[in-house]
């Protein structure tokens, strides 16, 4: 069992037998415990009043508040830039060395997800021409002059077509 920390049931379990009068080395044998663990556990209750570990430090942060902030403006200019264009912009705004795959875990964390955008297949001459006789047939756009604008913009319509 080295090196798994105690379930708070085994740890409080241990603090009623101590506080029952329970000796260590029995409360020890009963639980399956090294007698250490007990008597490290039992001194943390005697010092503290809990038997509640304390919070390990782990590594700093890379990125502080205001960092993030600043990656995610970076992000809303353009969304689909990508992850080494953001690295650079980032590394350049704030002075520092971050390798993507951090940053890519930054946006992970704020649930900005990476993907690439899909390319949308051309149209040939005889989608236009199918979708032509489909707006014709449908009379759409030939109701008002914004309708034409928007066959004109899609490549369906040109200003020779709108004559005739």
Not at 18 to 38: A, E, R
Not at 50 to 58: D, L, N, Q
Not at 85 to 106: G, Q
Not at 107 to 128: C, M, Q, V, W
């Amino acid at each position: 069992m080295r090196g798994n920390e105690l379930s708070e049931v085994k740890r409080e379990r241990i603090i009623g037998a101590f506080l029952s009068g329970v000796k260590q080395t029995v409360i020890s044998t009963q639980l399956g415990i090294p007698t250490s663990t007990v008597n490290d556990t039992i001194k943390r209750y005697k010092e503290t009043g809990s038997a509640i570990p304390k919070k390990r430090p782990g590594h700093p942060k890379m990125l502080t508040q205001h960092d993030t902030r600043v990656l995610q403006r970076i992000i809303c200019t353009d969304r689909f830039s990508p992850i080494s264009d953001i690295t650079n912009k980032l590394n350049s705004r704030l002075e520092t060395t971050l390798h993507h795959n951090t940053v890519r875990k930054y946006l992970h964390n704020e649930d900005i997800g990476s993907y690439t955008a899909r390319k949308k297949p051309r149209l040939t001459e005889k989608h236009k021409k199918n979708r032509l006789k489909w707006c014709k047939e449908k009379k759409i756009g030939m109701m008002n002059g914004s309708g034409l604008y928007s066959l004109m913009s899609l490549g369906l319509l040109s200003l020779n077509q709108m004559v005739e």
